[in-house]
């Protein structure tokens, strides 16, 4: 059973960094595309970045290009990103997508989904 548990959201205030972490179990080779989504209460799912295998191909939304940093180390089985400069605009429940095969944006491309992880941004 592969299992996607995304950590380290939290409070932060505007301008601030976090660091969303998201272990893979349960799978014992790379998945082709893991992406970060992220969606407020009311509102659809929506892209934040993705990296391809071995993160030689990255993507990211125009709202986060510049501030946010996708990266996975499949050794680990472990996604990551890198939030800097934080906004209001960026709270939301952050959530970790894993593709066997598609590289995409959409929520329809992903096979496996984490839990999410909340990131609260407020002074």
């Known amino acids: 059973q592969v299992q996607l548990v995304e950590t380290g959201g939290g409070l932060v205030q505007p301008g601030g960094s976090l660091r969303l972490s998201c272990a893979v179990s349960?799978?014992?080779?790379?998945?082709?595309?893991m992406s970060w989504f992220r969606q407020v209460p009311g509102k659809e799912r929506e892209f934040v970045a993705a990296a391809s295998l071995s993160g030689s191909i990255t993507k990211y939304a125009e709202s986060v290009k510049g501030r946010f940093t996708i990266s996975r180390d499949d050794a680990k089985n472990t996604l990551y990103l890198q939030m800097n400069s934080l906004k209001p605009e960026d709270m939301a429940v952050y959530y970790c997508?894993?593709?066997?095969?598609?590289?995409?944006?959409?929520?329809?491309?992903?096979?496996?989904w984490g839990q999410g992880t909340q990131v609260t941004v407020s002074s």
């Open positions: 349960g799978r014992t080779f790379s998945f082709n595309t």
């Open positions: 997508a894993a593709s066997r095969s598609t590289w995409g944006i959409r929520v329809a491309d992903y096979d496996y």
